[in-house]
Nanobody, 116 residues
Framework: VQLVESGGGLVQPGGSLSLSCAAS????????MDWARQVPGKGLEWVAG???????AYADSVKGRFTISRDNAKNTVFLQMNNLKPEDTAVYHC???????????WGQGTQVTVSS
């Protein structure tokens, strides 16, 4: 299983970023996928998840601002982040599974920094 995130960077408060996660080594379309984030000194915080058939769920902290989606033909899961806030600053990881306890594999992560 390999998960490779991309798309992180520096953005001003109120701005947007789109993250991508390319998956390989398993039948992507058969698995739920999710995103979680981590700041130094804290554990993983689950952000959003998408089931194999497309149903989604979000943490309250990002609901209405973030959108998770997937392209099964391209083995890729996305996280569109709008109206970003400084407290969204973290390393964002994609995972195979749903919620932190239900995720078997995590990617290395991509840094998102929200700052003016």
């Amino acid at each position: 299983v390999q998960l490779v995130e991309s798309g992180g960077g520096l953005v001003q408060p109120g701005g947007s970023l789109s993250l991508s996660c390319a998956a390989s080594g398993f039948t992507f379309s058969s698995y739920a996928m999710d995103w979680a984030r981590q700041v130094p000194g804290k554990g993983l915080e689950w952000v959003a998840g998408i089931y194999s058939r497309g149903s989604t769920a979000y943490a309250d902290s990002v609901k209405g601002r973030f959108t998770i989606s997937r392209d099964n033909a391209k083995n890729t899961v996305f996280l569109q982040m709008n109206n970003l806030k400084p407290e969204d600053t973290a390393v964002y990881h994609c995972g195979r599974g749903f919620h932190v306890a239900g995720t078997e594999y995590w990617g290395q992560g991509t840094q998102v920094t929200v700052s003016s």
